[in-house]
């Protein structure tokens, strides 16, 4: 039996349906990750207007909800952020990064408060820095983080293992392995890995540092999560803040 809930969200993705409804992908507070019938958006005088379906938009809604349904129904909705000040390529392109991230990786249905506020939140490092954090601050809640056991016996990331090894991981593309950490990333990870847990500030590092270590943590993931692969948007975050 559906019962209203009110819950805040932050929208992964939309999939028309029809002429005027979409199909809406919401990580919600109170709900974990829901599929949502949302009716009359891409007509005239629809109550929820397409700019609410952005990735990464935090909404408020309120939709029918059955616990034995796959597709839920949305009464109303609105934006509890506007973003129309920060709308920027760069940004955009951050929140697709972001959007894709979380639509490609979330998959319980189950409540997850801490890091649905972590997500809707904001991140309050400059833009350079937020997809290595995102990426590394993601990894803790999905339990995959990777151990920083980084030392002078042991300064190669190895991968596979998740942890930090004594002899460099083949190069990338090597047989049976997708990636490979050499001595610049893995110590760059190590520091950005310090600065997650707040025991040191954000390292430097250019912006082809950052961009490699992205594409690192991004074949990182697909090692570790069932069905994680086809990721596309980090290739436009990459000229966008080159």
Same mark, same amino acid.
């Given at each position: 039996?559906? %019962?209203? /809930? ?5 929208v992964?993705? &939309? ?7 979409? !199909?809406?992908? !919401? ?5 974990? /990750?829901?599929?949502?019938?949302? $009716? ?8 929820? $207007?397409q700019?609410?379906?952005q ?22 909705? &609105?934006? #509890?952020?506007? @973003?129309?000040a920060e ?10 990064? $972001? =959007?894709?991230?979380?639509y $490609? %990786? ?8 801490e890091?649905? *506020?972590?997500? =809707? ?6 833009? =350079? ?9 993601l ?5 995959i983080?990777?151990? @920083? ?7 190669y990331?190895e991968? *596979? ?5 004594a *002899? ?10 997708? %990636?490979?950490?050499?001595g610049?990333?893995? +110590? ?10 707040n ?6 590092? %250019?912006?082809?540092?950052?961009n490699? +270590?992205? @594409?690192?943590?991004? =074949? ?15 290739? !436009? #975050?990459?000229?966008v803040?080159n």
């Amino acid at each position: 039996m559906s %019962t209203l /809930v009110n819950t805040p969200g932050v929208v992964l993705h &939309c999939t028309h349906y029809s002429e005027s409804s979409v !199909i809406a992908r !919401i990580f919600t507070r109170e709900l974990g /990750v829901r599929s949502f019938m949302v $009716k009359g958006v891409r007509g005239r005088n629809g109550r929820v $207007k397409q700019n609410m379906l952005q990735p990464l938009s935090v909404v408020e809604l309120t939709a029918y909800n059955n616990p034995r349904a796959d597709l839920h129904y949305v009464k109303e909705m &609105c934006l #509890l952020h506007d @973003d129309a000040a920060e709308d920027s390529m760069v940004y955009n392109a951050l929140r697709f990064f $972001k =959007a894709e991230l979380l639509y $490609k %990786t979330l998959r319980e249905e189950v409540p997850q408060p801490e890091l649905f *506020d972590y997500v =809707a939140d904001g991140l309050p490092y400059p833009a =350079a820095h937020q997809p290595v954090m995102f990426m590394l601050q993601l990894s803790r809640h999905l339990g995959i983080e990777p151990l @920083d056991n980084y030392s002078r016996l042991a300064p190669y990331f190895e991968p *596979d293992e998740g942890r930090f090894g004594a *002899d460099p991981a083949p190069p990338a593309g090597a047989p049976g392995h997708g %990636t490979g950490f050499d001595g610049e990333s893995s +110590l760059l990870l190590h520091h950005y890995l310090q600065a997650a847990h707040n025991t040191m500030p954000l390292p430097a590092a %250019t912006q082809r540092q950052r961009n490699t +270590l992205v @594409d690192l943590l991004i =074949a990182y993931y697909s090692i570790h999560l069932n069905g994680f692969r086809h990721f596309t948007s980090h290739d !436009i #975050l990459h000229t966008v803040l080159n």
